[in-house]
């Protein structure tokens, strides 16, 4: 069975540049993988999604040229490096496996993904 495993979060000071993994073993029954996060009282959202097919990226605005995504392919490692951290930025971070149903466009929604790991916590203190 496909499993993701994140890690690497924790208590980060605003404008600090931590890095997620998240590890994925198991067949490959998927064609993207993604980040999500979702703060308390907020609804989950799509942070960064990658293709295992080209290579693409997709980001949310919200992050766009502060989070870069990607992937080692020989490790089945996925990564999200965050730099220039701000509060807005605190909440759970999960990594999902998926086939991308409903088109690149639409990569950030959560249902397009069939796998998902637990969840790794990153709180940014001011």
């Known amino acids: 069975q496909v499993q993701l495993v994140e890690s690497g979060g924790g208590l980060v000071q605003s404008g600090g540049s931590p890095r997620l993994s998240c590890t994925a073993s198991g067949p490959t029954p998927y064609n993207t993988l993604a980040w999500f996060r979702q703060a308390p009282g907020k609804e989950r959202e799509g942070v960064a999604c990658?293709?295992?097919?080209?290579?693409?990226?997709h980001y949310a605005d919200s992050v766009s040229g502060r989070f870069t995504i990607s992937r080692d392919s020989y490790t089945s490692t996925l990564y999200l490096l965050m730099n220039d951290l701000n509060s807005e930025d605190t909440g759970l971070y999960y990594c999902?496996?998926?086939?991308?149903?409903?088109?690149?466009?639409?990569?950030?929604?959560?249902?397009?993904?069939?796998?998902w790991g637990q969840g790794t916590q990153v709180t940014v203190s001011s």
């Open positions: 999902a496996a998926g086939y991308n149903r409903y088109g690149r466009a639409n990569w950030d929604r959560a249902t397009a993904y069939d796998f």
């Open positions: 990658i293709s295992l097919a080209d290579g693409s990226t």
